[in-house]
């Protein structure tokens, strides 16, 4: 018998299946390799069960499973939050409103959160839900509508306690948008109304009255101002009359000072002869009548000579 070689196509033939064997190999070891092999960032951790039991918390990391033993569940360590769209609520005092909220939440407990609860998110949501429901009906409608902080509080502890026991914390819950009834808004917006004329009111009192304040200022620093010139005024005349006066009594004392000086040259007869012309004077008056002292015979010995 002669040996035959095989024909061209059947080596390709054979080629073929043995590279799409080997393919399916790679592929498959690939496969289980990129299972058995995973890389954890830090923000997650993965939670491994081997043959169906939890094993533990697994990362960050390069994590090691076995194929085909141990599989992973990834959990999201970083801070989530999720949004409670608008409810109908009813208030203690049976008013209905219509609120939503934001709340915030981290997992600490991956395994818990994992083994605990079966769809965490769906089961979050009614949570949130009935838990707002249930605060809103212990508060009365007017310490809905005041500031915000105590329900915010009240419904974080209220989910808090809720969540705790799926390993997950709720860190905040803010309430974004509360609407109230028609008839209260619509009293609201009146209060809010007259509450703006007030304020204008206000407002506008206010500048009359600092206005007449400024205006009165005015008169009264104009007041003081003129009083203060009349001041400066009466000073500068008294100044003034005083000067005058000053210089009159020392012309007045010059003038007598002169006289005393011309007085002390003038003899004794000179003095008599004014004397007696004065005396002439006065006698002039018919109804003038003549007293003489005794010195007036002392005036006449400077004329009349001296008995011997």
């Not at 209220?158 to 808004?185: A, F, H, M, S, Y």
């Not at 009111?201 to 009165?216: F, M, P, Q, W, Y």
């Not at 020392?250 to 002869?273: H, P, R, W, Y």
Request: contains cysteine; glycine residues 8%.
């Amino acid at each position: 018998m002669f040996y035959s070689p095989p024909a061209q196509g059947e080596v390709l033939g054979s080629l073929f299946v043995f590279l799409c064997l080997g393919a399916i190999v790679l592929g498959v070891i690939a496969a289980i390799a990129g299972n058995a092999i995973r890389i954890i960032p830090e923000y997650q951790r993965l939670v491994v069960f081997r043959l169906g039991r939890t094993i533990g918390t697994k990362g960050p990391g390069i994590v090691l499973l076995i194929p085909f033993v141990d599989s992973a569940v990834k959990v999201d360590l970083r801070e989530q939050v999720r949004e409670v769209p608008h409810q109908t609520s009813i208030t203690k005092d049976n008013a209905p409103i219509s609120i939503d909220f934001l709340w915030y939440y981290k997992v600490v407990d991956p395994a818990g959160t994992v083994i605990q609860v079966g769809n965490f998110e769906a089961a979050a949501q009614g949570i949130a839900t009935t838990t707002l429901r249930s605060v809103i009906g212990g508060i009365p409608l007017d310490d809905v509508l005041s500031p915000r902080e105590h329900i915010n509080q009240t419904l974080r502890v209220k989910l808090d306690e809720i969540t705790e026991r799926w390993g997950v914390k709720v860190t905040n819950v803010e309430i974004r948008e509360i609407i109230p009834p028609r008839d209260v808004q619509d009293a609201m917006n009146r209060q809010l109304s007259a509450e703006r004329t007030r304020r204008a009111l206000v407002t506008e009192s206010t500048g009359d009255k600092e206005a007449a304040i400024n205006r009165a200022e005015g008169t009264k620093q104009a007041a003081v101002l003129q009083a203060e010139g009349e001041r400066q005024s009466n000073i500068l005349r008294a100044e003034g009359d005083k000067q005058a006066q000053l210089l009159r009594a020392e012309g007045f004392s010059s003038a007598l000072n002169q006289i005393f000086s011309v007085a002390q040259n003038v003899d004794a007869k000179t003095m008599s002869l004014q004397y007696l012309e004065t005396l002439k004077v006065i006698g002039a008056s018919p109804s003038t009548k003549y007293i003489f002292p005794m010195e007036f015979t002392s005036l006449l010995s400077g004329f009349v000579g001296k008995k011997e």
